[in-house]
Structure formats: C-alpha cells, structure tokens
C-alpha cells in the first residue's frame, strides 16, 4: 500500500535545485544578507555598539555626527549609533513576537475550518467579515489604549488582531490541497482527521503563510515603531526606534539625525524581510 506522503510531494523540484535557483538572485542574498546582520545587532547589541545607550553626557548635547559619533548624540547627550544598535533588540522582538503567535492560532484555527468547513466555517467567515472592516491599525491602537501602552499589550493587541489574517490564507490552502489526489487518498485510506489535517494537508499548504510571515514582520515592525512614536509601544528610556524618533521629532530643523538614523534602520529591515520573503517564496513554491 503506498503512503501518501508521496502522493504530497510529486511535481516538485528538488530542495537543492531550488535553493541553488534562489542564491542566483541578487534580492534573495540582499535580504538574507540584512536580516543575517539585523539579527546579529539584535543577539549581541553591547559587542557592536560604541557607548552605553544611556550614558548621559551634558557636554555632548546634540552633536552632529562625527567621528566620535557617527550618528550624533541627542539632547541628553546619549550617543545615537548606540541607541539605534541598541533598539535593534526591541524591534527583531517585535517583529517576532508580535507575529508568530497569531501566525500559530491562524494557521491551527485555518487549516481546521478549511476542513470541516460547514457551520464553523460560516462563523470563521463573520468573524473575517467583522475584523476587516476597520482598518488593523485602528483595532490595534483600540485594543492597545484598553489594555494599556507597552510591549507585552502590544503583542497581546497584535495577536488579537492579526489571527484571522493568517487563519484566511490557511483556510484557502486547505481549501485548494483538498482536491488533491493525496487528500482523498488518505481519507479513502481511513487516516484520521487529525493526521491528514496536520502530517499531510498543512505541510502542503504551508508555504504561502511563510511568505506572508516574512512580509508581515516588517510590517510589524512598522506598527511597532508607529506605536512607541505614539506612545502605545516601547516607552522611554529604552531605546526603540519609533520612540526615538519620537524624542528627535522636536528638533528636526536643529538635529536632523536624531530622526533620519533610526527611520533608515526600519526602512533597511522592512526591506530585509520583503526581500527575504520574496526569495523563500521562490524557493518554496512547487513546480511541476
């Protein structure tokens, strides 16, 4: 009797055939590339980072960059390369966990809707209908100023929200691999609901949820900062992009940088991630 896994698997190319596809394109290594250094500034901030981020220094108030300081300090004298390394820790943070629970409830609640379909799918879909009618920004901030600012309120209002985006795109992958022939297979078989659902069918529709992972932790990222920029996120001291920009917003016509260094580090990894996503989207994908 044949498994079918290898039913699932037909009309793909090979993993190293893909990859090697993929190291050819110059976007793919560009945003591995960023997001491998993102990652490292995140990991290890104190081993790249020249000053403390909170050393306050009165004699170096808003100093343009040098030298000694690269980006310039700010208005307490705090060096500003040393903030912005430092906010890469609280930002790579957002963009993973202000992610990858609703991309866990999405894909479960998703991949079981599209299955069973029937009643549950009719309130899965008013539900979708309920949520995508404000715009996610506004839902977040609302569900944020209920609970509260901060990083953990952020996180739990992002979850809240951002499940049913995750859970329509599994739905409809699930939806789509159910005409397959390896799905009726293994019901025809008398494999359980569960191991159809989670060894054969979700591996198979997967892949279109991972790019959108990638996508949408920069735009978490993006949230995040706009955010601490409000208030509702990351709070001072602690250095956050948003909330740096923030602090700079006062003095943009005497201290330029004090705006412009982190704006540049949240455009180069929201470019990171679409570029990195961009490229596991071709490697992903089957062809036939």
Not at 20 to 31: D, S, T, V, W
Not at 218 to 231: E, H, K, M
């Amino acid at each position: 009797m044949t498994d079918i896994t290898a039913l699932s698997a037909e009309a793909t190319i090979p993993q190293k055939t893909r990859l090697q596809l993929a190291l050819r394109k110059p976007g793919f290594l560009i945003g591995a590339f960023i997001i491998g250094v993102s990652a490292m500034l995140a990991l290890m901030p104190g081993v790249f980072a020249p000053y403390d981020p909170n050393l306050i220094d009165y004699v170096a108030v808003k100093q343009p960059p040098s030298w000694a300081h690269p980006f310039g300090t700010d208005m307490l004298g705090r060096d500003s390369l040393s903030r912005v390394i430092f906010a890469y820790k609280v930002n790579m943070q957002m963009a993973i966990l202000a992610t990858v629970f609703a991309m866990t409830i999405g894909v479960i609640v998703g991949a079981l809707v599209g299955y069973y379909r029937g009643f549950a799918d009719m309130i899965f879909g008013r539900v979708v209908d309920a949520v995508i009618t404000f715009p996610f920004l506004v839902l977040v901030i609302a569900v944020v100023a209920v609970l509260g600012p901060g990083l953990i309120n952020m996180y739990i209002a992002i979850t809240l929200v951002g499940w049913v985006y995750y859970a329509r795109l599994m739905r409809a992958e699930v939806i789509a691999q159910m005409g397959n022939d390896y799905a009726s297979a293994g019901v025809v078989m008398g494999y359980s609901d569960r191991r159809i659902i989670f060894r054969h069918l979700l591996p198979n529709a997967i892949t279109p949820v991972i790019v959108y992972w990638m996508t949408d932790m920069a735009l978490a990222i993006l949230l995040g900062s706009s955010l601490g920029y409000l208030g509702l996120g990351a709070q001072p001291p602690q250095a956050e992009w948003g909330v740096l920009i923030a602090e700079g917003r006062n003095f943009i016509t005497t201290a330029w940088w004090l705006s412009l260094m982190p704006g540049i580090a949240i455009v180069l990894t929201g470019l990171g991630f679409s570029l990195l996503g961009d490229g596991l989207a071709d490697l992903l994908r089957p062809r036939g």
